[in-house]
Each structure stands twice: as structure tokens, then as C-alpha cells.
């Protein structure tokens, strides 16, 4: 049980494109979804924390209008990269909590590979 | 707070050795601790746990010690195997529910 899904696993695009990518919690509701990003041969870095119909709490440094999270319902969040630049290459991996067991306990998905060219 | 833009420490070890990775912590209101194991090109794994009430907690192969003092958190492994090798991260949580991942060791385990 308490398995998270991203799509897509790897995606490609121009710069000055958008990309979503979405992360769905499979077997449990997720009360809350956490985003974060990892640069090669670096740690996890926290970019943004969302509770399902409410609005995303983002970290500080990263951009609330580059960086567009929805959490919609109880099961998927999406992340926009919004007019993506090669900067903005990068794994990105959500997190959820159920909050049933343990509120601190964390489910992440496999993460998706952005490549901005 | 999160890690900034550092490469991985690495650790090397022979298989059946027992491997210590330790971690550094920065805020003294983290409450708990998890050891996540990553992989290549995938998401972490989790390992074992610690809430701040405890110093020490054991899992399969594997123990984690907390000391709250100079806040420093370790892992050990024990009778390490080539599967084993991998980054792992230390993450804190910050009451509410912030996580916040350290910086990572590289484990290579040299069959």
C-alpha cells in the first residue's frame, strides 16, 4: 500500500514551454502533497508543501508564478513549470502524506526528469 | 533548513563491513527523523525513522542514533551488501510538517 505515481517519469521540452507533471497518490487519500527538487549529485530540496483545495505554501526563493501547484483533489497534485529555461532542468519529486498512521510519515513518487533544451 | 548546493560526501566500504553514515542537523524543534535510501534516477526509499524522544532504534540491518546535544544523527549498517550501495539523506521535521533533507552520502560497497 501507499503508493505514489508521477507522470511523466522523463520529459523533454523547448525553453520558453510550460510542463505539468502530476503526482497521484494510488491507494490513500493525501492530505498533503510536498514538492521538491534535486539537482545532479545534490539533496532534495523542499520547493513547495499543498493541502488539497487550498492554495500551495511555497519555500522561500522559489517562484509561486513559475511554479504553479494545484492539488485538486485528494488523490493528484500537478506542478507547472511555466515557461521553462535550462535552468529549470532537474528531478522533481512529490511527496504525500495520508495522515491515517502517522501525519509525519511520507510517500514519494519515482520522480520525473525535466530537460529543458 | 535545506541543504545548499554541496556534492555528496561518499563512504566506501568492503561487503560485510558495517557502514556509518552520519548526518548534522541544524534545528533543535526538528522532532523527528527519517533515513531515506536513493538509487539512481528514482525516488528515495525509506529506511528506518526516530522521533526526538528516543536516541537510539533498530530495524533490519539497520540503526539509526540520535543524539539531540550536538544534534548529529547516524546510520548503521550492518554486514553491508553491493545492494546496499546508493545516496542516502537524513530528513528533519520541522513542526508543523516541513521536511528537509541533508545533504547525502554516497555509499559504495566494493564487493
Known amino acids: 500500500g501507499a503508493v505514489v505515481s508521477q507522470h511523466p517519469s522523463w520529459v523533454i521540452c523547448k525553453s520558453g514551454t510550460s510542463v505539468k507533471i502530476e503526482c497521484r497518490s494510488l491507494?490513500?487519500?493525501?492530505?498533503?502533497m510536498f514538492w521538491y527538487r534535486q539537482f545532479p549529485k545534490q539533496s532534495l530540496m523542499l520547493m513547495a508543501t499543498?493541502?488539497?483545495?487550498?492554495?500551495?505554501?511555497?519555500e522561500q526563493g522559489v517562484e509561486k508564478d513559475k511554479f504553479l501547484i494545484n492539488h485538486a483533489s485528494l488523490t493528484l497534485s500537478t506542478l507547472t513549470v511555466t515557461s521553462a529555461h535550462p535552468e529549470d532542468s532537474s528531478f522533481y519529486i512529490c511527496?504525500?502524506?495520508?495522515?491515517?498512521?502517522?501525519?509525519?510519515?511520507?510517500?514519494f513518487g519515482p520522480g520525473t526528469r525535466l530537460t529543458v533544451t | 533548513g535545506e541543504s545548499v548546493g554541496l556534492h555528496l560526501p561518499t563512504l566506501s566500504v568492503q561487503e560485510g563491513d558495517n557502514s556509518i553514515i552520519n548526518c548534522a542537523y541544524s534545528?533543535?524543534?526538528?522532532?523527528?527523523f527519517i533515513w531515506y535510501k536513493q538509487e539512481s534516477g528514482k525516488g528515495p526509499q525509506f529506511i528506518i525513522d526516530?522521533?526526538?524522544?528516543?536516541d537510539k532504534r533498530q530495524g533490519q540491518r539497520v540503526t539509526v542514533l540520535l543524539n539531540k546535544t550536538v544534534k548529529h544523527l547516524s546510520l548503521q549498517i550492518a554486514a553491508t551488501q553491493p545492494g546496499d550501495s546508493a545516496v542516502y539523506f537524513c530528513?528533519?521535521?520541522?513542526?508543523?510538517?516541513?521536511?528537509?533533507f541533508g545533504t547525502g552520502t554516497s555509499l559504495t560497497v566494493i564487493p
Open positions: 511527496s504525500a502524506t495520508s495522515g491515517s498512521r502517522s501525519s509525519y510519515e511520507q510517500y
Open positions: 491507494d490513500f487519500q493525501a492530505t498533503t
Open positions: 499543498s493541502n488539497e483545495g487550498s492554495k500551495a505554501t511555497y
Open positions: 534545528n533543535s524543534a526538528s522532532d523527528y
Open positions: 526516530i522521533r526526538s524522544n528516543m
Open positions: 530528513a528533519e521535521n520541522i513542526p508543523p510538517g516541513q521536511f528537509y
